[in-house]
């Protein structure tokens, strides 16, 4: 990326968590000043934890303005539970650069999900909506 190229930022909050045994819908929100950028086109490519790519440059769509890839449950199926894995998507972005955004990512049997809400934490701590941004709510 060279000084004079638009800066775009990736919304990934923490490692991509593929499931094995079951379609995984991997999305990439990409943001320009705060809001959201829709990319023209692009390409996916997911690497395993030993470099080897199991999905190799295939097209992307984008929906509502976010580039998305199906990922097949058979992609992934007789590969072994792990970290080290790696997404890469290269998207063409609307400065007309191609922009490629990586992400770690874990083959796991099951995803995680949080298990507190914000009504939870507002319940314990009842100043806690007044103390963050109205943006967080």
């Known amino acids: 990326m060279s000084a004079a190229d638009t800066l775009y ?4 909050i923490g490692p991509e968590l593929i499931e094995r045994d079951r379609a995984n819908l991997l999305k990439a929100p990409i943001y320009r000043s705060g809001a959201l950028v829709a990319p023209a086109s692009g390409t996916i490519s997911i690497y395993d934890s030993g470099g ?3 999905v190799d440059a295939a097209a992307v769509t984008v929906s509502a303005s ?3 890839y199906s990922l097949a449950s058979a992609t992934v199926s007789a590969k072994n539970f792990g970290s080290g894995w790696r997404i890469e998507w290269s998207l063409a972005m609307p400065d007309s650069v191609p922009h490629t955004f ?6 796991v049997r099951r995803a995680l999900y949080p ?6 934490l ?4 009842s100043d806690l909506s007044t103390l963050r941004p109205a943006n967080l709510t």
Do not use: G, Y
């Open 9 to 12: 930022s990736a919304r990934f």
């Open 122 to 125: 507002t319940e314990l701590h």
């Open 52 to 54: 080897s790519a199991i």
């Open 115 to 120: 298990v507190i809400t914000d009504t939870d």
């Open 66 to 68: 976010v580039a998305q």
């Open 102 to 107: 990586r992400r770690s990512a874990a083959l």
